[in-house]
């Protein structure tokens, strides 16, 4: 049974980057799309970015763009998320989920989350 | 965007009683290939969103058959047939059939 590893609490100062990490452990993410989704404190759901490995494509929520990076380091088994440009409403949880995908729609049916990483953007 | 709305945002309800929450898309989310790209999961206190419903009907592995999802196009229902006290927490609709979006979710508390 696969699970989700996230990176620990990070704190920044606004104007910073960030890179939280996602190792998928018991499996791997070949066949499947890796989403970011986050949480602002006492607010839902919002689907940040996402990659598929297969693809080498990496798609993010417009409001993301020219923030958003995907890297992965196969040899761990490891994907990172990067945001840049940091300020206090990126404050939230950020999931990474493991997902299904197709040659149409490439993010749905995420099966498999993660614990979270709290990341707190405060000057 | 396609944008996402759900009701009621908040729904009280009774152990072993049924309960049932509407999601909506401001598109239609039938891809050509037959399938509704619309998802349900489930946010326990506390914990990480769990997948309950894939494809509008689908029930994710593990997910008691009292859950159960309908719907196409544009309207989506997901149906608890008798509501448990471990079903608590918010409910929330995902469309994957563009760059995915989510529903502001439905509250769900026991009375």
């Known amino acids: 049974q696969v699970q989700l590893v996230q990176s620990g609490a990070e704190v920044k100062t606004p104007g910073s980057s960030m890179k939280v990490a996602c190792k998928a452990s018991?499996?791997?993410?070949?066949?499947?799309?890796i989403n970011w989704v986050r949480q602002a404190p006492g607010q839902g759901l919002e689907w940040v970015g996402g990659?598929?490995?297969?693809?080498?494509?990496?798609n993010y929520a417009q409001k993301f763009q020219d923030r958003f990076t995907v890297t992965t380091d196969r040899s761990t088994g490891t994907a990172y998320m990067g945001l840049s440009s940091l300020r206090s409403e990126d404050t939230a949880v950020y999931y990474c989920?493991?997902?299904?995908?197709?040659?149409?729609?490439?993010?749905?049916?995420?099966?498999?989350w993660g614990p979270g990483t709290t990341v707190t953007i405060s000057s | 965007d396609i944008v996402m709305t759900q009701s009621p945002l908040s729904l009280p309800v009774t152990p072993g009683e049924p309960a049932s929450m509407s999601c909506r898309s401001s598109?239609?989310?039938?891809?050509?290939?037959?399938?509704?790209?619309l998802d349900w999961y489930l946010q326990k206190p506390g914990q990480s969103p769990q997948l309950l419903i894939y494809?509008?009907?689908n029930r994710a592995s593990g997910v008691p058959d009292r859950f159960s999802g309908s719907g196409s196009g544009t309207d989506f229902t997901l149906k608890i047939s008798r509501v448990e006290p471990e079903d608590v927490g918010v409910y929330f609709c995902?469309?994957?059939?563009?760059?995915?979006?989510f529903g502001p979710g439905t509250r769900v508390e026991i009375k």
């Open positions: 494809l509008a009907s």
């Open positions: 598109e239609s989310l039938l891809h050509s290939n037959g399938y509704n790209y």
């Open positions: 989920a493991r997902g299904a995908f197709t040659y149409g729609p490439r993010y749905y049916d995420l099966d498999v």
């Open positions: 995902m469309q994957g059939l563009q760059t995915p979006t």
């Open positions: 990659f598929i490995p297969i693809f080498g494509t990496t």
């Open positions: 018991g499996g791997t993410f070949s066949n499947y799309s």
